[in-house]
């Protein structure tokens, strides 16, 4: 069982940023793919970042939504147990709440189709609002 505790969340201005952490539970979070996922109000789940190997153990590659590439910054610090998104520019059209997701299989090689895609998450944690308004 893992569990993952999001913070960070809450009212910005557009053009503001924010935050986002995750806590982890486990003892092998290195071996985790993990991800941000955010729903809005009448609309799918969209994953809007992931890290994950890609055939190293030690190496993680972020892979990021074509709607918050360049504004957004996902990280990881395995000492910590932890996973941040960091988000700048902020857009109205960013508000939803913000889940944190992880991938458990320990697979050595996650293609950017696995990482994108919410349904390969085996784990999520309670979501935090985001909401950009004036």
């Known amino acids: 069982q893992v569990q993952l505790v999001e913070t960070g969340g809450g009212l910005v201005q557009p053009g503001g940023s924010l935050r986002l952490s995750c806590a982890a539970s486990?003892?092998?979070?290195?071996?985790?793919?993990m991800g941000w996922v955010r729903q809005a109000p009448g609309k799918e789940r969209e994953c809007v970042a992931g890290?994950?190997?890609?055939?190293?153990?030690?190496?993680?590659?972020?892979i990021y939504a074509d709607s918050v590439k360049g504004r957004s910054t996902i990280s990881r610090d395995n000492a910590k147990n932890t996973l941040y998104l960091q988000m700048n520019s902020l857009k109205a059209e960013d508000t939803a709440v913000y889940f944190c997701?992880?991938?458990?299989?320990?697979?050595?090689?996650?293609?950017?189709?696995?990482?994108?895609?919410?349904?390969?998450?085996?784990?999520w944690g309670q979501g935090t609002q985001v909401t950009v308004s004036s």
């Open positions: 997701a992880a991938d458990v299989k320990g697979r050595i090689y996650i293609s950017r189709a696995q990482a994108m895609a919410p349904a390969e998450y085996d784990y």
């Open positions: 486990g003892r092998t979070f290195s071996s985790y793919g």
């Open positions: 890290i994950s190997r890609r055939g190293s153990s030690s190496v993680y590659y972020p």
